[in-house]
């Protein structure tokens, strides 16, 4: 048996989803430097990407995950990599990245470590995205500094460049965003414990810079303004910093009538090994404002997570990448579809709340034959109830298939967990589920 996080799993096991369902948010693969974009009712978060291998930083490329609800996130892959700027080197060096959108195109603004900024455009927030310039967006004599960039857009429709460390700077964006305008600024005066990663936003009347703050451990420190320029007054710690984690990165979204602050730590990585690796993991927790615009401290990211904003339909096609919580799967993406790979007995993924309404009576799944197994569906716990399981049997050839089967029927909200038994090595790979009423 094959567990990704065997302290995460015996509490899931025996408390059901109230364990850490969504500490951290994504576990198939290391993400870090969350980006969110709020796009037609739907969150885009776009992340960095440590390797399964990295020792030290190795980023190749930048990953895109969407989600409704703040706890099930669904994967689409790598939408942009270092290979998408011609003029960069393509070995290492794809860190904190950040999208917003103007005029229904889609601004992915990038750095390369030691290489600057570039910028990518495209139609769609899924991609592809292309480098219109061949160059870098950014270019000053202090190329080194210059990382993790945040577009903004005021409401008078001026836009703004954030980035830097460890000093701040930012420089005015032409409405093509693609272009500056003016000459780069930097910030004489940045806030207290100003360390990297700047991420700017408007709430009410107010201007805030949140930051990666201290090193190390980074906590997650924030300041606030009348204007988009500054000057900017040192508030306080959106999140402190704690020897549970090691580096940080703020992203932090409006959504569906609450305030969400993301970022990562090292916690899937620590339930692996003692030993320390750049391998990180994104999280995210409500955020809280008090009546004069300051923000509540949050000590750490919560077990629990956010609570969910809406029920998952479980009888819509559903894609298997879609997952709040897992144990030992991964993913990967071929030129036609992503799906679940890398299943052994013992592993299993979860969905969080599943309105099944009067209940569900059958079973759909398109998965792919490897060696074959059992997938058993159980409700609020790896070992919760059993309501129904589907074989995925030795047969000719290993193309994908749709099997199903039939299901007991349990009305109400529940989270689905997928408990997946076999043999040894590689059971099945998964591309959807659906359940039919």
Known sequence: MRILNKAVAVLTIMMGCT????????QTKYTADPAPM????TIFLYTSHDEDDAEGFKMLDWLLYTSTDMVNWTEHGAVASLKDFSWAPQDNGAWAVQCIERNGKFYLYCPMHGSGIGVLVSDSPYGPFKDPLGKRLIDTDHIWNDIDPSPFIDD????????GNPDVYYVKLNEDMTSIEGEVVKIDSKPENYQEGPWVWKHDDHYYLAYASTCCPEGLGYAMSDSPEGPWEYKGMIMDATEKTRGNHPGIIEYKGKSYAFGHSYDILKSK??????????????????EDGTIQTIPYWNDKGPEPIENLNPFHRTEAETIAWSEGVKTNKTEDKIYVTAIED?????????????GATKFKIFAQLVSGGTIEIRLDGAEGQLIGSSKIEKEAGNTYKLYTSNMEKVPGVHDIYFVFKGGDGELFNLDYWEFQK
């Open 273 to 290: 090994t003692s030993t320390f690796y750049e391998r990180r993991s994104v999280d995210a927790d409500e955020m809280k404002y008090n």
């Open 156 to 163: 008078d429709g001026q836009a703004y460049l954030y980035w």
């Open 346 to 358: 013992g592993d299993y993924m979860m969905v969080q709340g599943a309105d099944f309404k009067n």
């Open 38 to 41: 709020i796009y037609n009712d």
């Open 19 to 26: 364990a850490a369902a969504q500490k951290p948010i994504i």
